[in-house]
């Protein structure tokens, strides 16, 4: 089989690095944790990896916006090279204060459907302090858009996770940016009522606090580009990676993964947890297309 | 350089809140009952740098603002601008940091400056960060200043408060300007002076040193053989220099030294008539044990003598913990103060062995009651107050730091006003051999190393620091001792130490706390023998830093790595990409001496031998007779509904979910028992069970036992149930009872007999039998203790309105757990499960919650009586051993330990976790003496509530029976508790009123917590 390589980018206060770099390996591709400055240093670094991904963390303290410093060392100091990755089909995942990065250096939601899609790194969201007024770590349930192009989440309906953030309420500053998203089918993954009919969660009223942690445009937990190639979100998939991470394993009522793969080729067997697959999603669309 | 401002508000309208300002409209009303129309925030930022205005101007939405919620303004202040400010408020508030304080934000800013503007990597470019909050619609009589006075700490930040605009315009803040310092050359310090002035010496320069100390050294400097190594050096022969006086303090300090648990006692028990003789309550009671059960356990790989205590854990991998106060700098910066707790203790795992990853966070914090409203001394915060600030500390560490708090505890205690307890704990993880075959937990300096000084730099905050926490607080405590955290320094420099391990690259390494490079290149020294320092080479963060100030300055987020000459390039390369400052200090030697030179002068030369083991023993006087309390009588005829739903509410008892939940628990990707369980996450977790190797099931468990309420009866009784809490915790979640390690750690008021501290002599009587108990125990449990740490100056003020904390010892337990799927939690799990008490009730009721709770009202006259105890240790592990395996067979899910408010708290807990009812019935329960009121609410050691599920219910009861085990009750649909003692219902409580009563205390308002 082919090797998938991921760069797991860490430095400066990202601190998701380990387990993001552990659940790609759980997937079968080779996952190397990379400082920012290697990439800064040898910026054809990056067309040797598959796969990018930024975890979360609290890059630069969050200080002057989360995500807006070490977004600024990505825009000004690896502009080509980014834009290069995404251009030739490279999926990128940006979780928690990776999302955050993303969305500041405009690679998400990047430029609208209908255009040229080519990273034009301008800021088109924000992603504001919550409405709550502080962090939490709490879990959600999330559902994603069927019909997404994203190819981070294609076959999965819905999971649990948790998150942990003070700044994820999801902003644009005007509403037809929305529309449009909603349209190209970039607003992928929602905060749902956990109570609501698998599937049918999904909903542009406002949920109430904590069911949506924190005030949200339409709910909104994490979007894509329209190439579906790049991928951010706020909770974080990584965290519930195997079943006994599901805060009711000890109640033998953690859901059961939607996974591709039947239960004996899982590298967790039954105890694959439900944010695998996401990982699992991207390794098979880079074997997928090189094949 | 040019000072530029720029301002930057939320916009608003459409989409855009101003958090910031509903964070503080609604502290107002909930801190000061002052309803504000509206509060609005500006965030400011004078900017020092080559870059001038126009330049800068062009650049705000790449930096400062957000252009999506955001908008900027250079030089005047927004509050001038009509547009967006059209009406004026009625007042304005601007706060910001004093000169010299970290300010985190403004180096981030500073960073982001740089990479705008490659001029302005410059030295003396700087930025400094403020916060206006303008607020409109104040009522009648709130006044400026107390609403400033809650915003701001007047000992690390300024305010400015405005009502109207000036002439010209609203003023805003400037640069906070340091005076300029000069540097003072050593000088000699003379003293061959008599007793009453070498003492004030001492007291007046915060040294902290007793009469027989100063002598001492004093009589060091008449050797003519010191003398003459001096001369030859051109140090003043005949007496200390102030950097050699300083640097024999912060050594010899209680806080590095530990003279007390160190100290030779008399000790005299009037009730028994003992009259004994003992040579260090540490190497007595807590080094001996853990020695001799080291010799039937190997997989004790470091003990004592490192920053913290190390087990094997797998073949591959070892793991550490340390845990440690914080106590006095909470209590004057309770923010700055906690944070330099938590990632204080950070860095004594990172310099374990040859560096430890930390992993997770555990908080204990005690404080004074929440909502008190006695008088308070001066200078002295609101417990309430105190609260937030210690939490925002932790949290901000903590979660920017990228390590999960996974378990804790608030205990509340009128006492803890005069000293806030703030412990902060850590574990780690590091390979059991590195790449290149050293082990590593051992460490390999050899003279000839280079040492350097890694991350942050040395700056005039924290001076004074070990010694100022050997001193009683009082009104003139120095801001000086107090420091902010920057966590992300210190994370640039984790992620860099521990790359260069695994690359082989460090020979030794130790963590800079308390007394600074003196005491961390001084005790590594200790490894090869010697060596020389150059105070000149050391990065400072300003400059009129004299030598002696260098030396003990106890700035955060520094590391002191030694390096093999022939590793320093590779070692200097790594530290430039992670952008972490990484400097040789220092080389060490073997010619047994501690030389500190300052560019070509020699400022200080100390033996050794001396420095660490100069310091004369103390000699103290213990006394003990037992404290008289007024006997708990439980009422006659008591309402036990009401009981139940007022000890759910107590601070003690209450959820503190809100505050939790602020903490990141399961970074990492490793949690599996998380700080809440049950149906709707909010039940409380006995202990944390994590599995930090990704894709493997094995885990760890974490818990904590404190209960300083005991220490009201008996100290000794305290520890005995701290050491039992930890373990029965653990052992509801399944830890394997055959490998688990703990950790001691004592905050005492000064037991040292003196004018100050009359009751010394009971004070160091609590200690002994605290001590005596702990060994007792540890030996029973066969639970080693692999590291502590004590505090033991822990009062405020004194004479008439001296305020000394209960003695307090927090047990930390870290073990094996042989597969996390395999767990329990308190939650009952489904209708049916039959619940079962494991172990006995005993008619112990003194110095309970219950009692507590009764005597402050009124309704009881004291809390006398018999405090918990544990006869039989022994016994109790063996109990415990067979109940933590029968969880790891997977036959036990449910399981909830009783503590504060006994088997009635612990049911209702369950029931909450669960959202489920139990009927119960006690009878069974009095077979040991305790009536129903002792059976629902006394708090008799070694009990645990299990829920066992009729499959199971044979099987278990065999392997349990022996132990003591009585069937009480089962879960049943209806959501009520029901509690019968086999004739009449005691209680029958909602969980719908349950929950409310124990979520409502200390929950917090949406949108009311920064």
Not at chain 1, 270 to 278: N, P, S, T, V
Not at chain 2, 78 to 104: E, Q, S, Y
Request: glycine content about 10%; proline content about 6%; overall charge negative.
């Amino acid at each position: 089989m082919t090797t998938v390589r991921v760069a797991v980018l860490f430095g400066f206060g990202i601190n998701c690095d380990h387990e993001t770099a552990a659940v790609f390996r759980l997937v079968g591709a080779e996952a190397e944790r990379l400082h920012v400055n290697r990439l800064i240093e040898s910026p054809g670094l990056l067309s040797s990896y598959d796969i990018l991904a930024i975890p979360g963390g609290f890059s630069f303290g969050d200080h002057l916006g989360s995500g807006r410093l070490l977004g600024n060392r990505l825009r000004f100091a690896l502009r080509e090279p980014l834009r290069d990755f995404v251009a030739n089909g490279g999926p990128v995942i940006g979780i928690c204060n990776g999302f955050q990065v993303l969305v500041k250096t405009g690679l998400l939601p990047g430029p609208p459907a209908n255009g040229d899609l080519t990273p034009d790194f301008e800021q088109r969201a924000s992603l504001a302090l919550n409405e709550s007024g502080r962090y939490e770590d709490r879990w959600v349930t999330l559902e994603f858009d069927p019909e997404s192009p994203c190819v981070w989440t294609q076959g999965l309906t819905r999971i649990d996770c948790p998150v942990r953030h003070g700044e994820g309420r999801f902003v644009v500053d005007d509403e037809a940016v929305l529309d449009a998203m909603d349209e190209a089918h970039q607003l992928v993954v929602r905060y749902v009522d956990p109570n609501t009919p698998k599937g049918e969660g999904r909903t542009d009223v406002r949920l109430p606090y904590p069911t949506s942690p924190n005030g949200s445009a339409r709910n909104i937990a994490g979007v894509c580009d329209a190439t579906g190639l790049v991928f951010g979100l706020m909770p974080h998939p990584e965290a519930v990676y195997a079943k006994w991470l599901h805060p009711d394993h000890t109640r033998y009522t953690a859901p059961e993964a939607e996974a591709s793969i039947p239960i004996e080729e899982r590298s967790l067997g039954e105890w694959e947890g439900e944010g695998l697959q996401i990982f699992r999603n991207a390794v098979d669309f880079v074997r997928n297309r090189s094949s | 350089m040019h000072d530029v401002r720029v301002e930057v508000t939320p916009r608003l309208g459409g989409q855009a809140v101003d958090v910031r300002g509903n964070v503080v409209k609604a502290r107002l009303l909930q801190d000061l009952g002052i309803d504000v129309t509206k509060v609005r925030s500006i965030s400011g930022f004078v900017v020092r740098s080559p870059v001038v205005a126009s330049m800068l101007g062009e650049r705000v939405d790449d930096l400062f603002v957000d252009p999506i919620i955001e908008v900027g303004r250079l030089g005047s202040a927004w509050l001038d601008d009509d547009t967006l400010f059209p009406d004026a408020p009625d007042l304005v508030i601007t706060i910001g940091f004093k000169p010299g304080v970290t300010d985190n934000a403004g180096s981030a800013a500073l960073d982001g400056l740089r990479t705008l503007f490659p001029e302005a990597r410059v030295e003396g470019a700087a930025v400094a960060t403020d916060l206006t909050f303008a607020f409109y619609g104040l009522p009648e009589g709130a006044d400026g200043p107390s609403i400033a006075a809650g915003l701001h700490n007047p000992l690390i930040e300024r305010a400015l408060i405005q009502s109207a605009p000036g002439a010209e315009g609203w003023q805003q803040l400037g640069y906070p300007e340091r005076p300029v310092v000069e540097a003072q050359p050593p000088a000699a310090v003379d003293l061959e002076l008599d007793d009453e002035a070498l003492i004030r010496l001492s007291e007046e320069g915060l040294l902290a040193l007793n009469l027989e100390e100063m002598q001492t050294i004093r009589d060091h400097y008449r050797h003519p053989e010191v003398q003459a190594a001096r001369t030859a050096l051109g140090l003043p022969p005949h007496a200390p220099t102030d950097v050699e006086l300083e640097c024999l303090a912060q050594t010899w300090s209680e806080h590095c030294k530990h003279k007390i648990f160190a100290a030779h006692i008399h000790h005299r028990d009037e009730e028994t008539g003992e009259d004994v003789e003992i040579d260090s309550l540490f190497k007595t009671h807590i080094m001996r044990p853990t020695l001799d059960m080291q010799e039937e356990m190997p997989w004790l790989l470091s003990v004592f003598h490192d920053n913290s205590g190390v087990i094997a854990w797998d073949d591959e991998w070892s793991v550490c913990m340390k845990a440690e106060t914080h106590n006095s700098p909470s209590a004057l910066d309770p923010y700055g103060g906690a944070m330099t707790g938590i990632v204080g203790v950070n860095r004594d795992i990172l310099g374990t062995g040859l560096g430890a990853r930390p992993i997770a966070n555990t908080d204990v914090f005690c404080f004074g009651p929440p909502k008190w409203e006695g008088d308070l001394p001066s200078n002295l915060f609101h417990p309430s107050r105190v609260l937030r600030g210690v939490h925002a500390g932790v949290r901000v560490g903590g979660n920017e730091s990228g390590i999960p708090t996974v378990n804790g505890a608030i205990v509340f205690d009128d006492r803890y006003i005069g000293k806030p307890l703030v412990y902060c704990g850590t574990v780690g993880l590091m390979p059991a051999t590195l790449p290149d075959g050293r082990p590593g937990h051992a460490k390999t300096a050899e003279p000839g190393d280079l040492v350097y000084m890694v991350g942050g730099r040395i700056g005039a905050d924290g001076i004074h620091g070990a010694t100022f926490s050997s001193l009683e607080l009082t009104e003139d405590s120095p801001s000086s001792a107090v420091q902010i955290g920057d966590p992300i320094t210190q994370k640039k420099m984790l992620d860099m130490i521990l790359e260069a391990r695994d690359a082989g690259l460090i020979a030794s390494i130790t963590d800079n706390g308390a007394g600074g490079i003196s005491s961390s290149i001084g005790e590594m020294a200790e490894q090869t023998g010697g060596v020389e320092i150059d105070l000149a080479a050391a990065p400072l963060k300003q400059v009129g830093l004299s030598a002696w100030e260098i030396l003990v300055s106890e700035s955060q987020e520094r590391m002191t790595v030694a390096v093999h000459p022939h590793h320093a390039e590779a070692f200097e390369a790594m530290a430039a990409i992670h952008e972490v400052e990484a400097t040789v200090v220092a080389t060490f030697t073997d010619d047994g001496r501690f030389l500190v030179r300052h560019g070509d002068d020699v400022v200080a030369l100390l033996p050794l031998d001396f420095l660490h083991d100069g310091v004369p023993q103390l000699r103290l006087e213990s006394v003990w007779s037992p404290p008289e309390h007024a006997a708990f009588v439980a009422p006659e005829t008591p309402d036990h509904n009401d009981l139940l739903l007022r000890l759910l509410a107590r601070p003690n008892v209450a959820s503190k979910e809100d505050w939790v939940r602020q903490y990141d628990h399961e970074v990492i990707a490793q949690t599996a028992v998380k700080p809440f369980v049950g149906v709707e996450r909010d039940g409380p977790a006995d202990a944390a069970v994590i599995a930090p190797l990704h894709g493997s099931s094995r885990g760890l468990v974490i818990s904590n036992g404190i209960v300083p309420r005991y220490a009201d009866l008996d100290a000794g009784a305290m520890v005995v149930a701290a050491v039992d809490e930890a373990v029965r915790n653990a052992v509801c979640v399944g830890i394997d009872v055959d490998r688990m390690a703990g950790l001691d750690n004592f905050c005492w008021p000064d037991p040292i007999v003196s004018e100050k501290t009359p009751d010394g002599r009971f004070k160091l009587a609590q200690l002994v039998r605290a001590n005596r108990e702990l060994e007792r125990m540890c030996r029973a449990y066969r639970v080693p203790c692999v590291s502590g740490k004590d505090s033991m100056k822990n009062d405020y003020g004194t004479g008439a309105d001296k305020i000394s904390i209960p003695p307090t010892m927090l047990f930390s337990l870290f073990g094996d757990h042989p597969d996390v799927r395999m767990t329990a939690t308190s939650d009952l799990k489904r209708e049916g499960e039959r619940l079962y008490l494991f172990g006995r009730c005993r008619q112990e009721l003194g110095a309970s919650e219950v009692a507590s709770m009764l005597s402050e009202s009124g309704e009881a006259a004291g809390i006398g009586g018999a405090v918990p105890a544990m006869e039989h240790p022994e016994a109790q592990r063996e109990a415990y051993a067979a109940l933590s395996a029968e969880i790891g067979a997977g036959r036990i899910r449910t399981a909830h330990d009783c503590s504060e408010g006994g088997l009635g708290v612990a049911l209702a807990e369950m029931c909450i976790g669960g959202r489920r009812g139990a009927m119960i019935d006690l009878d069974g329960l009095g077979l040991d003496g305790a009536d129903t009121f002792g059976q629902l609410w006394g708090e008799s050691l070694g009990r645990i509530v299990i829920g066992v599920e009729a499959l199971h219910e044979a099987e278990v009861c065999d392997a349990l029976e022996q132990h003591g085990l009585t069937l009480i009750g089962l879960v049943v649909e209806g959501g009520r508790l029901v509690v019968e003692d086999g004739y009449d219902a005691l209680i029958d409580v909602s969980v719908d009123d349950m929950v409310a009563a124990w979520k409502a205390p200390l929950a917090l308002p949406v949108g009311g917590e920064r």
